[in-house]
């Protein structure tokens, strides 16, 4: 079992930054491929960003590629999503999301992930 928090959020206006946390409990993080998604109000989930479980691969969105970073620490268990020149189309909430067995081609679909986090509130005003 994996228990995700997310914090970090917030409202920033146009242009400014926001950097998102997700802690997980449980001894097998480093075990774990990381994502970060997002769903706006009407709007399905939709795929930000993903970490491989190494860190040696990271995934994006067009939408948000050259803005946004995903990292994550190991010794802290967390993964966070640097957030740089957001737009008002950035807001809404964001979720974490984790699970050992999403392959490279499945990143970006939500139902490969097991574990979710319970979401963080980013509003950009404009």
């Known amino acids: 079992q994996v228990q995700l928090v997310e914090s970090g959020g917030g409202l920033v206006q146009a242009g400014g930054s926001l950097r998102l946390s997700c802690a997980a409990s449980g001894r097998t993080f480093s075990s774990y491929a990381m994502g970060w998604f997002r769903q706006a109000p009407g709007k399905e989930r939709e795929f930000v960003a993903a970490?491989?479980?190494?860190?040696?691969?990271?995934y994006y969105a067009d939408s948000v590629k050259d803005r946004f970073t995903i990292s994550r620490d190991y010794a802290k268990n967390t993964v966070y999503l640097q957030m740089n020149s957001l737009k008002p189309e950035d807001t809404a909430v964001y979720y974490c999301?984790?699970?050992?067995?999403?392959?490279?081609?499945?990143?970006?679909?939500?139902?490969?992930?097991?574990?979710w986090g319970q979401g963080t509130q980013v509003t950009v005003s404009s």
């Open positions: 999301a984790a699970d050992d067995g999403v392959s490279r081609k499945r990143v970006g679909v939500p139902d490969e992930y097991d574990y």
């Open positions: 970490i491989s479980w190494n860190g040696g691969n990271r």
